[in-house]
């Protein structure tokens, strides 16, 4: 069965320091990968996707970067935290051929 | 940009009753999803509806669609306190390589015991 791992589940960070968030997806080979962003209380906003290996599409200008060193592996970076970059941060994969997505449990970032 | 918008914001209710979502989106879609997402917690599928189909049913979940009307309900029959967990709805172009999902804001739907 297919699994999907996200860490750390909690970051406190300051402003001004890097960021690195993973996300890894076990039992299925190449999926589309989606990273989201979600502020307390709202809905998602979909911030990066890649349909494969180094293949990444930015939905939003913004001060995070994506990339995707192997198949089933998606990290999330910034060179220099903003406060508005706190917020929850999800990760979901989709297989070919369907149409739902499948999250992981998600990163609490508190940018301070 | 947020296509999807639920309605209500937030709904309680007591356990037994029914529970109805409601969401308007603003372009043509392939299919629509409804999503459960407990506190803190990632989102879990629930249940897919094709713009060809007007209602689909899951256990106690009953989806309905009318792409005239450009909207889609979602009924939780028999409440139970477990069911609390905000509800979104996410629509699906049918276009682009990576089939991406625009999510709406979601119902907070609380289940009294």
């Known amino acids: 069965s297919q699994t999907i791992h996200q860490w750390p589940a909690t970051l406190v960070q300051p402003v001004g320091s890097p960021l690195s968030l993973e996300c890894t997806v076990e039992g299925t080979s190449n999926p589309n990968l989606y990273w989201y962003r979600q502020a307390a209380g709202r809905g998602l906003q979909l911030l990066f996707y890649s349909v494969g290996i180094g293949q990444i599409s930015s939905e939003v200008p913004q001060n995070l970067s994506a990339s995707r060193p192997q198949d089933r592996q998606f990290i999330l970076s910034s060179k220099k935290l903003l406060l508005s970059d706190s917020g929850f941060y999800l990760c979901?994969?989709?297989?070919?051929?369907?149409?739902?997505?499948?999250f992981g449990p998600g990163t609490r970032l508190t940018v301070t | 940009s947020q296509q999807g918008e639920e309605d209500p914001q937030a709904l309680s209710i007591q356990e037994g009753e029914n529970a109805t979502m409601n969401c308007s989106y603003k372009t043509s879609i392939n299919n629509l999803q409804w999503y459960r997402q407990n506190s803190g917690r990632g989102l879990v599928h629930l249940i897919l509806i094709r713009s060809n189909e007007r209602e689909k049913h899951s256990g106690r979940l009953r989806v309905t669609l009318d792409t005239s009307k450009k909207s889609s309900s979602l009924l939780i029959t028999a409440s139970r306190a477990a069911d609390t967990a905000s509800y979104f709805c996410a629509t699906d172009p049918g276009s682009g390589s990576a089939r991406q999902l625009t999510f709406g804001s979601g119902t907070q739907l609380t289940v009294l015991p």
């Open positions: 979901a994969w989709r297989g070919t051929g369907v149409y739902e997505q499948y």
